[in-house]
């Protein structure tokens, strides 16, 4: 089997912790636009002011009707540009970046950027859920054109891969509320973590220096899914999960007082937007990012869903920290 770097990077619904739902890999359509609707010149003034306002609502909500950026369409694969679509492989188990509604479909604020990212080249964005750890292998097999999961763009994945860069964020821990638990010093326990991420790397660096110090390693408990990590803490599995900063954040705030967080975020990294190494996708995302910012939808985004310490200024490609 081919060997993919650690992949860095939600939380989950708590009433459903003692049978996390398995991950599949249907494909899921997404970000539909609503057929046009056609004014006859009979129609009334009022009609047309409501037509127009139920478009600018949803223009707010999709970005669909968002202007286009000629310079990001340029850079945009031959084959992108004639599909009009651009598939990308999504974990929808990493809330706030990327979850399940009600419905099974992903939403997130990593969504809602990858909607407007895609308006910006004249395309739809395509998702299909799959396991965090199968997505790198199919973006390197042709099955998905790019990621969207929270991955964290280190110098050891650029080697494969290209990442267009958005984002910023940390490794944090969380554990039960009152038994708080030291990252520097968590010898002996067991940590909850998912599988794939470069937490677990950081991980095994811990349990190293835990057994130099003579010390108990550290036992990892690793999950397909981020939010069955976090419901091996609150069913009492692990002493403790880790994560990335803005979910372990989230997790907490959805447990309803039974977490907290330990210590500070450290290991702050880029996450980027991966694609097949050398192609002009990468260019296009970094350029319609940019417009993306240049418009205020960016700040819009992270705002509304409470990650914007994570927010960067500039959109460039394979920003990985050496």
């Given amino acids: 089997m081919e060997f993919y770097p650690a992949q860095g990077r939600g939380a989950p619904t708590f009433s459903k912790y003692d049978n996390p739902l398995p991950t599949n890999e249907a494909p899921v359509p997404h970000d539909q636009r609503s057929p046009p609707v056609s004014l006859s010149?009979?129609?009334?003034?009022k009609a047309a002011g409501a037509v127009i306002a139920a478009a600018a609502?949803?223009?707010s909500q999709t970005g669909a009707?968002?202007?286009?950026?000629a310079a990001a369409i340029a850079q945009l694969p031959a084959n992108i540009k004639k599909a009009g679509v651009i598939n990308f492989g999504v974990d929808a188990t990493y809330r706030p970046n990327e979850f399940k509604d009600a419905k099974g479909n992903p939403i997130g604020w990593e969504i809602e950027l990858v909607n407007a990212v895609a308006a910006k080249l004249g395309v739809k964005a395509h998702f299909t859920i799959a396991t965090f750890d199968s997505i790198l292998p199919g973006v390197k097999g042709g099955k998905y054109d790019a990621g969207i999961s929270s991955f964290t763009d280190n110098k050891e994945r650029e080697a494969q891969f290209d990442f267009a860069n958005y984002f910023t964020a940390g490794i944090q821990w969380a554990s039960p509320k009152g038994k708080p638990v030291d990252p520097n010093n968590a010898c002996g326990?067991?940590?909850?973590?998912?599988?794939g991420s470069t937490e677990i790397d950081d991980l095994k660096a811990k349990s190293a220096a835990c057994v130099k110090a003579v010390k108990k390693a550290i036992t990892q408990l690793s999950y397909d899914a981020q939010d069955a990590a976090v419901a091996a803490v609150v069913l009492g599995r692990a002493q403790a999960f880790t994560a990335?900063?803005?979910?372990?954040?989230d997790g907490v705030a959805q447990s309803k007082g039974k977490?907290?967080?330990d210590g500070a975020i450290y290991g702050a990294a880029p996450y980027g937007i991966p694609v097949l190494k050398g192609s002009s996708l990468a260019k296009a995302f970094s350029l319609a990012l940019a417009a993306v910012n240049k418009d205020g939808t960016y700040s819009k985004i992270l705002k509304k869903w409470g990650v914007e310490a994570g927010t960067v200024s500039s959109f460039g490609v394979n920003g990985a920290i050496n």
Avoid: W
């Fill in 57 to 59: 609502i949803l223009a």
């Fill in 41 to 45: 010149r009979s129609s009334t003034r």
């Fill in 65 to 69: 009707f968002a202007a286009t950026s």
């Fill in 259 to 261: 977490l907290a967080l």
């Fill in 244 to 249: 990335d900063s803005p979910v372990t954040e």
């Fill in 189 to 195: 326990l067991t940590i909850a973590v998912q599988t």
